[in-house]
């Protein structure tokens, strides 16, 4: 029988499905919402009750900020850490149609923030150890 908190976890999937399917795996107590690999938003109670946070980036965090949506920050070893993350606006929680403007902010920050990292020269070093 599916419980009350995996409810929620497929009810952020639907809400945010208008940028692909998604996948939510559970992640350090938490769970990740991924599609295609790139993961654009995570639940976690960060004292508050379970909230949907979604991705942001430098040119995102403003509109996130302007909607009132509050920044994901917990505590690790006593100092406030933050993560670029927001609440999902209220409004948004309501329908997929009023999540999808936010499901492509985040989305975007998701594929940014893949396009920074380093590629790996895994297979590069790989050669040079077989010469």
């Given at each position: 029988?599916?419980?009350?908190?995996?409810?929620?976890?497929?009810?952020?999937?639907?809400?945010?499905?208008?940028?692909?399917?998604?996948?939510?795996?559970?992640?350090?107590?938490?769970?990740?919402?991924?599609?295609?690999?790139?993961?654009?938003?995570?639940?976690?109670?960060?004292?508050?009750?379970?909230?949907?946070?979604?991705?942001?980036?430098?040119?995102?965090?403003a509109?996130?900020?302007?909607?009132?949506?509050?920044r994901?920050?917990?505590?690790?070893?006593?100092?406030?850490?933050?993560?670029?993350?927001?609440?999902?606006?209220?409004?948004?929680?309501?329908?997929?149609?009023?999540?999808?403007?936010?499901?492509?902010?985040?989305?975007?920050?998701?594929?940014?923030?893949?396009?920074?990292?380093?590629?790996?020269?895994?297979?590069?070093?790989?050669?040079?150890r077989?010469?």
């Amino acid at each position: 029988m599916p419980t009350a908190q995996n409810e929620f976890v497929q009810y952020c999937c639907e809400l945010l499905g208008s940028v692909g399917p998604c996948v939510a795996r559970r992640m350090f107590g938490a769970w990740g919402i991924s599609t295609e690999g790139l993961t654009l938003a995570i639940l976690a109670d960060l004292g508050s009750g379970e909230k949907l946070w979604l991705k942001a980036d430098a040119e995102s965090q403003a509109r996130f900020e302007t909607a009132g949506c509050e920044r994901f920050v917990y505590q690790a070893k006593g100092k406030a850490m933050s993560m670029g993350y927001y609440s999902a606006p209220e409004e948004a929680m309501e329908s997929p149609q009023q999540m999808a403007p936010w499901a492509r902010l985040a989305l975007e920050a998701a594929l940014k923030a893949r396009q920074s990292k380093p590629v790996k020269k895994v297979a590069a070093k790989s050669k040079a150890r077989k010469r």
